[in-house]
C-alpha cells in the first residue's frame, strides 16, 4: 500500500507562485514515474506535468514555461513549482503514482485577487 500526502495548496494572488509537494509513503518511489494533475469545478481531471524516475520531465503545454516538476527521491518526494499564476490555474491539484495508480487526496490552488 502506498500513501500519497499532497501539500501547499492555497490563495495567491495572479502573478504569484506556489510550491506544491507530495509526500509518498513506502519504498517503491523511486522507481516510478509520478505525476501532477489537476481537476477544476465542472472539468475533467487534466493531467498538469510529468516525470520519470530518472528526472525526466513533460508539460502541459498549458504550464510549459511557468510549472516546473522534480523529484527528490532520498525524500520520496515530488513537487510542483508553478509561477506566474493565472486564474485558470484554480483547481484541485492532486499528485499520482504512475503504474500503480495511486492518487492523493489533492490540495486545493485558488489563484485570485
Known amino acids: 500500500q502506498v500513501q500519497l500526502v499532497e501539500s501547499g495548496g492555497g490563495l495567491v494572488q495572479p502573478g504569484g507562485s506556489l510550491r506544491l509537494s507530495c509526500a509518498a509513503s513506502g519504498s517503491i518511489f523511486n522507481i516510478y514515474a509520478m505525476g501532477w494533475y489537476r481537476q477544476a469545478p465542472g472539468k475533467q481531471r487534466e493531467l498538469v506535468a510529468s516525470?520519470?524516475?530518472?528526472?525526466?520531465?513533460n508539460y502541459a503545454d498549458f504550464v510549459k514555461g511557468r510549472f516546473t516538476i522534480a523529484r527528490e527521491n532520498a525524500k520520496n518526494t515530488v513537487y510542483l513549482q508553478m509561477n506566474s499564476l493565472k486564474p485558470e490555474d484554480t483547481a484541485v491539484y492532486y499528485c499520482k503514482l504512475f503504474v500503480l495508480g495511486y492518487w492523493g487526496q489533492g490540495t486545493q490552488v485558488t489563484v485570485s485577487s
Open positions: 516525470i520519470t524516475s530518472g528526472g525526466s520531465s
